[in-house]
């Protein structure tokens, strides 16, 4: 245990409603918080704020906030650090969830050491939340934080976007669907993270600790510079706060030398901020707070940009105006449409790298470079996937109808046409080179079991709808006493499993389909897609998708089909 004496001012209360209105989801604030604890004194200070502050604060909404902790089982005082945890939440009368996480049972990611026990913890705390009826979790992450976030992102690489480090709020998204971890799918997109200290230094927050008596423990591990990069750039810069020697490059770890060597020549080409290992600690978090300040500015002008170029189009694909896209002249506000444009078309999970072409440099340049090539009527076509699953085409718009060239624009191009680009999803692999790598076809699922469970479920009580995330695009939700009985019969007496109910994609869009198949025959069963939520912040209107022969798109009644993806920042 720890208390120390801080020459720094605590954070007031008022001083911190200010800090909590700043990070309100989009959403507003929900009737139950949890706050990611550790026992250290960042979360601690924190869940001591959140309860002081939801305590005094008038509101016709009962807000109840909990402690939530994971024990990773990766240290000896693992336990104890978690006993000390629940302990303090309940000095202040905060309810407390411990949840502990077994190595042993699956899902066991193959993920580097520090990657999967992030996200062994991630999950954990998102299952706590679920267990809690929680949709926002309060993390203690702190200016000294960000910094260490930035500098990081710098050692890989990363363009200024990056370096502006986390967040204030942001969606938790839909996860990464690898090992069986961090799968949140549409769950993950009606939760969220806020970090109310971003802009609190540690010494405040040790400062707050020690006016308000706040016990604490301290984690040896990460002061550790051999152990991790974040733990080595953050030895870096205490010693030269202290003025005190750093750590011999020869006692460090290859790796971790060679993305330090690194971190020095990319922040070397950031413009009017110091973010070297050399600079002082004031400087870096001068410099981390402009170019999170630089990076919600941009966000704000790639909103404005999305509203005057963007075109009404089918559902699941974006159309811009390209005459629209030239005026951006600004190249970072180019790299973060294209970005939240991938990001919203993208068949990876919402939130993912993968959704964003890896964030790669030379990925988003050769998309940029593409878009901001001024097209004429004779201009060649060329589509390109340049990653995330998304493919961009040219095409002509022309009142209410959209083509699609297939060698020169001049094969479609009349006076008054509109040329500009359309993103959507790229069609997966073939089904036989599928098979030869052992990857399952997400196009096509078998939902049969899904159905008929839940339709048991409701005879027993249970909800009388049922809900499917399809390609991590669309959500269909089935209304189980709206389907038809003998359908229901169907699937029920099925002892050869010759009937399957399955989702299958159509147009060269992929929108989602229900097909019945029966024997071998198959029978389409619904087709029609909703309208996007009215509360979407940017309601691109969506043409109506007619088939080729003018027919109306096939109602079940009983499947309700709507895009999920946000077009939204965060």
């Keep these: ?22 990070c309100t989801p989009p959403v507003g604030w929900p009737r139950n918080i ?17 309860h002081r502050y939801l305590s005094e604060e008038k509101s016709e909404r009962t807000q109840r906030v909990f402690s939530l902790t994971v024990d990773h089982a990766l240290q000896p005082t693992s336990a104890a650090m978690a006993e000390h ?48 009826d929680i949709d926002t979790l309060a993390f203690g992450h702190h200016i000294d934080d960000q910094v260490e976030t930035s500098l990081l992102r710098l050692s890989w690489g990363s363009t200024n976007l990056g370096a502006a480090g986390m967040k204030y709020c942001r969606r938790w998204g839909m996860g990464w669907l690898k090992d069986g971890l961090s799968e949140y799918g549409l769950e993950g997109m009606n939760r969220w993270i806020v970090r109310p200290l971003l802009d609190v230094s540690k010494d405040r927050i040790l400062a707050t600790c020690e006016a308000n008596n706040l016990q604490y423990v301290v984690d040896q591990t990460n002061f550790q510079p051999g152990i991790t990069l974040r733990n080595a750039i953050r030895h870096e810069i205490q010693a030269n706060a202290r003025n005190q020697p750093q750590t011999p490059m020869s006692m460090l770890p290859q790796d971790i030398v060679k993305r330090l060597m690194n971190l020095e020549i990319v922040a070397r080409s950031l413009r009017n901020v110091s973010m070297s290992l050399d600079s002082s600690i004031e400087e870096l978090r001068t410099g981390v707070r402009v170019l999170s300040q630089e990076a919600r500015d941009i966000d704000d002008r790639v909103d404005s940009v999305l509203r005057s170029c963007s075109i009404s189009t089918f559902p699941g694909t ?17 790299r973060a449409l294209v970005l939240r444009v991938l990001r919203y078309v993208s068949p990876n999970p919402w939130g993912s790298v993968n959704a964003d072409a890896g964030r790669r440099r030379d990925a ?39 083509k699609m060239p297939k060698i020169v624009i001049s094969e479609f191009f009349s006076e008054g046409d509109m040329l500009g680009w ?28 899904i159905i008929v469970d ?28 709206k389907i038809p009985q003998d359908l229901i019969s169907c699937l029920l007496n099925n002892p050869a499993n ?5 989702l299958l994609p159509r147009t060269r869009w992929f929108l989602p389909s229900v097909v019945i198949e029966q024997d071998g025959v198959a029978k389409m069963l619904h087709e029609k897609l909703s309208e996007e939520p009215k509360s979407s912040v940017f309601p691109i209107p969506k043409r109506q998708y007619r088939k080729r022969d003018g027919a109306e798109e096939i109602d079940s009644g009983w499947v309700m089909t709507q895009w999920v993806r946000p077009l939204t920042a965060i």
């Design 85 to 132: 945890c629940s302990k303090f939440a309940q000095r202040l009368g905060v309810e407390h969830v411990t949840s502990k996480i077994d190595w042993v049972q699956p899902p066991v990611s193959s993920e580097p050491f520090e990657a999967a026990a992030r996200a062994a913890r991630y999950q954990a705390l998102f299952n706590s939340m679920t267990e809690k």
């Design 454 to 481: 839940a339709y048991w479920r409701k005879g027993n009580g249970g909800p009388s709808t049922t809900s499917i995330l399809y390609d991590c695009r669309f959500l269909l939700t089935f209304d189980l006493d």
């Design 318 to 334: 974006f159309l811009c105006s390209g005459m629209a896209l030239h005026q951006v002249e600004n190249y970072d506000v180019r």
């Design 364 to 402: 988003i340049s050769q998309i940029t470079k593409q878009l901001w090539t001024r097209m004429t009527k004779k201009s060649r076509i060329h589509s390109f996937n340049a990653g995330g699953g998304v493919l961009w085409s040219p095409v002509v718009v022309r009142g209410n109808e959209i």
């Design 498 to 502: 010759n009937n399957r109910l399955v």
């Design 422 to 449: 359309i993103a959507y999803r790229a069609p997966p692999l073939h089904q036989r080179k599928l098979d030869q790598q052992g990857i399952a076809n997400t196009l096509e699922i078998d939902v049969t079991k």
């Design 1 to 22: 245990m720890a208390l120390r004496a801080i020459k720094h001012a605590p954070i007031t209360a008022k001083e911190f409603a200010n800090m909590f209105r700043q």
């Design 34 to 50: 949890g706050v990611a604890t550790s026992g250290g004194p960042d979360s601690s200070c924190l869940l001591f704020l959140i």
